[in-house]
């Protein structure tokens, strides 16, 4: 038995009441649109031009040098070693800031009594601006500071958190970790409690443990939120410039020296801005390497 064609007047209709919804559509999503344009796209666009480029201090001409900005850029030593250090800050804070709001997510995800207390106080830094949760860090990692001071109470000696290049990376990444775990936090307990119920109440009927109803129910169906609290950390963290600036410099023997700092540094300080824009373009260029293979990973554990 055939379906009926609708008359012709119905499909006329149904076609012009989709493209009404299409044009409001549009015009909901212009000025996001158009801030993505003017704020984004546009900004890119010129950073990409401007790396093509060459201004002299000595005449004031700038002149057009195609790609020797990056050959100058590759052949130094100094960007390398930024590079390395970009990762290795990435590679430990990203994992460290993650699985810790997810901890936090699960234990405050639960009812009991003041939880929205414990929430609000974990969720509190980052209404901070990142200048100033560095100068009260920075005030905390003081010789005589109360970190060193609780230490002290443990036998330790002081410790020269931000003035030992050995240390001074990982006084960043808690810096970072205090101001960002709570944010990453609240994303994390909107996806668990987006579960539901019942699938728990399954679970539990099969005899699962808490572990197996965590590792085979939340983990699964919190992939999502999961994903974005990754890409977005990943790229927060690439760009990182603050708490360097103010904390530490770079240093000590650049220790410190994140992209995004040595960007400021040779333009600012330098006063190679053409330079600093191609250094841009490659800090872009990297971190959306690391999120295509995080996206990849995600989909992987997905399918599987």
Known sequence: MTTPTPPLRTRTASRRNRSSQGRTAFWFLAPALLALLVLRLLPAAMAIVSSLRHHSLLDGRTTFVGLGNYADLFSDTQFWHSVRVTLLFSLIINPLQVLVALGLAVLLNRKFAGVRFWRSLVFVPIAVPPAVSAVIWGILYRPEGPVNAILGTMGIGPQPFLTSSQQALFALIVVMSWVGVGYWMMFLIAGLQDIPQECYDAAAVDGASSWQRFVHVTLPLLRRPLAFVLVADTVSNFLVFAPVQLLTGGGPEGSTNLMMYDV????????????????????????????????????????E
Do not use: H
């Open 264 to 303: 400021f540094r040779r333009a600012y300080s330098v006063g190679d801005i053409n330079y600093a824009q191609a250094e841009v373009v490659v800090l872009v260029a990297i971190t959306l390497a690391v999120v295509a293979v995080q996206f990849r990973m995600m989909q992987g554990k997905g399918e």
